[in-house]
């Protein structure tokens, strides 16, 4: 499909001369102008089509390939036999989701770059991941990352900790399936809801019939598309600007490469320390902890594969935030002297690049569609994965300890039955979107209770109340967040005011979104003085504050409640330092490191 993808643009750009002659208006003239721009082209259905039934066909594939391997085991890990590459393209496409596709670039449009510096946190993640959270688990050799939870703890407290993950993930991949809805519903003008019901019937149909193996197989196409759909974005308006220097030349002017701000106010959104200490947390509270995560890392053959396919997403994670920044400038580049949110030319930053897209892209039938694939395909990752996550997790924490007479035929039916009543209860949190805000606090106290007991001997069960009642406390604090100014384009350039061609605002979900925020912002002179200090906290520090709080009063806690007393508890439970840097040489791994890029 990608080749297919790129024969149509080479084919377009050459018959360029002749569509001029053909008395076709040349696009360059449009572009960055304002006002309405194309729809969808027949070639562009048949690209996105021919996408998503591409990653469909993967899952059944898989199916068929492991029809006679009907194990649990077999559907929710892949037998413990998956490898390093395709398990690392899976761990970036889970969360390099719709949102990032759509959501990033307009960051880098609206705020400039400082986005960019989320690569040091992706790094401190990978490492944190890799030599601590990795060797444990891989040597429990747990299915659902909560049962290590009562191996340590208690068994309420795994009930607790996978009750949490449930709400959370109901919540972030209600999100992400309506971002890249919107991106369709802006450009085809396609009902809202069939997109989303068709996002759920495809992932149901290779989740259900593929398990975790289709999954990743399916994301490593996925991450291919999103990838191909950016360089598409950039390659384009780099001939539209007459390359990439004029790029950044018009976003330095523009005060977009003010990459680095080294002021320590917590309250700003994005800063060096807020994304390096405050992000590298959140993303080490999802990678380390997040069931989505740790099923793809213990999936693998060794614990070498495992430790590899964390440092190559880590590689990954750079590629696709700096394709994700570059599209945010050409974007900029662009619009600059005719911003499309100022000329009302789309309702809400999130469709700054579909519109982009199709002002740019209209002219070469069949990018658009691959852009929309790429968009699409991010949720079909994401929301994939919580499927397969949230069968995990029921099953392991919940139904199997309960269910003590059964066979595995009926386990793998019931696995069966799961992904598709996940899927409903995804569908559901649509109406919690404004929730988001909960990821940190969960994710962030929860990082600090499997911290305790990986460090600690003190810590006891009772520290699951504590654990409870701090994580509702957070939940209950709010985020009122301070409005933080953003550059301004201009409208020089704009030769259109009539936006009825394009701005689609069927939704009032758009329409009240828009009305809260100007109504945040003309009443920020009468807030009262907590609304902009402990109140307005970058949302990166929710999951600092978790982890130190939960930590700190989690330790005294126990030791005040007789943790020192305690039975003595297995040593296989806690960090050694034989799991630190080791890949070919640990003990769990026959294999060499030489042989991890090996699929």
């Known amino acids: 499909y990608c080749n297919f993808c790129w024969f149509l643009f080479i084919a377009n750009y050459l018959t360029f001369p002749i569509k001029k002659y053909l008395n076709y208006p040349p696009l ?39 029809r006679k391997e009907t194990s649990s085991e077999e559907f929710l890990l892949g037998g413990r036999q998956m490898t390093a590459v395709p398990v690392a393209m899976s761990l970036t496409a889970s969360f390099m989701s719709g949102i990032t596709v759509i959501g990033t670039p307009a960051e880098a449009y609206l705020y400039g770059t400082a986005f960019w510096l989320f690569g040091f946190s992706y790094a401190l993640m990978s490492i944190v991941t890799a030599e601590l959270f990795v060797p444990l688990f891989y040597r429990l050799r747990i299915t659902s990352a909560y049962e290590y939870l009562e191996m340590r703890f208690s068994r309420p407290i795994r009930i607790i900790g996978t009750s ?14 309506y971002a890249p809805a919107l ?40 991450m291919v598309v999103m990838l191909v759909g950016f360089v598409a974005v950039i390659a384009r308006g780099a001939v539209v600007q007459g390359g990439l220097t004029k790029i950044f030349e018009d976003a330095g002017e ?69 394709l994700a920044m570059l599209s945010g400038l050409t974007m900029y580049s662009i619009y ?28 070469y039938p069949g990018i658009p569609g691959l852009f929309v694939a790429a968009a699409y395909s991010g949720t079909l990752s994401t929301v994939s994965s919580s499927i397969n996550a949230l069968v995990a997790v029921t099953m392991e924490d919940f139904i199997i300890p309960l269910w003590k007479n059964r066979t ?19 569908y559901k949190a ?39 009642l701090h994580t509702q406390c957070s939940g209950n604090w709010g985020h009122n967040f301070r409005p933080e100014p953003h550059h301004s384009a201009t409208l020089d350039h704009c030769s259109s005011t009539d936006h009825t061609a394009f701005v689609r605002k069927p939704h009032n979900v758009l329409q009240n979104h828009a009305k809260n925020e100007q109504c945040v912002i003309f009443s920020a002179s009468v807030r009262p003085p907590l609304a902009d200090s402990w109140y307005s906290l970058s949302y990166l520090y929710f999951s600092v504050l978790g982890v130190i709080a939960t930590m700190v009063s989690g330790f005294l806690i126990s030791a005040a409640t007789g943790g020192c007393k305690q039975e003595k508890l297995s040593p296989t439970l806690f960090i050694r330092k034989s799991d630190l840097i080791c890949f070919g040489g640990c003990r769990t791994s026959e294999v060499t490191l030489c042989a991890l890029v090996i699929f």
């Open 430 to 468: 649509l109406l919690f979107q404004a929730a988001l805000a909960i990821f940190g606090m969960i994710s962030g106290p929860l990082l600090g209770l499997y911290l305790l007991g990986m460090f600690f001997r003190t810590p006891n069960s009772i520290v699951s109340i504590h654990y409870l």
């Open 164 to 177: 949490m993950y449930i709400v959370q993930t109901a919540l972030y991949t209600g999100l992400v399936i």
């Open 254 to 322: 523009g005060g977009r490469l003010d990459t680095f701000d080294f002021d320590p106010d917590p309250r700003k959104r994005h800063t060096f320390w807020t994304i390096v200490i405050g992000g590298s947390i959140m993303w080490a509270s999802i990678y380390s902890i997040n069931q989505s995560q740790v099923q793809r890392y213990i999936s693998c053959r060794t614990l070498g594969h495992a430790k590899m396919a964390l440092y190559i997403n880590m590689v990954g994670l750079w590629v696709t935030v700096s």
């Open 28 to 66: 360059l003239i449009m572009v960055g102008t304002g006002g309405p721009v194309p729809t969808f082209s027949v070639w562009d259905y048949v690209v996105f089509i021919g996408i998503v039934v591409g990653a469909s066909g993967i899952g059944l594939f898989q199916a068929i390939r492991s």
């Open 408 to 426: 595995e035929k009926q386990v793998t039916w019931l696995n069966m039955g799961l992904s598709q009543t996940g899927e409903l209860q995804i």
């Open 336 to 363: 600059k002297k005719c911003d499309p949110i100022t000329n009302d030319d789309v309702a809400t930053s999130d469709q700054l690049l579909p519109y982009m897209v199709m002002d740019i892209l209209a002219d």
């Open 183 to 222: 991106a369709l519903n802006q450009i085809t003008g396609l009902d809202l809801w069939g997109v989303l019901v068709a996002t759920g019937a495809v992932c149901i149909i290779y989740c259900t019939v593929g398990g975790l193996k289709a999954v990743i197989w399916t994301d490593v196409l996925q």
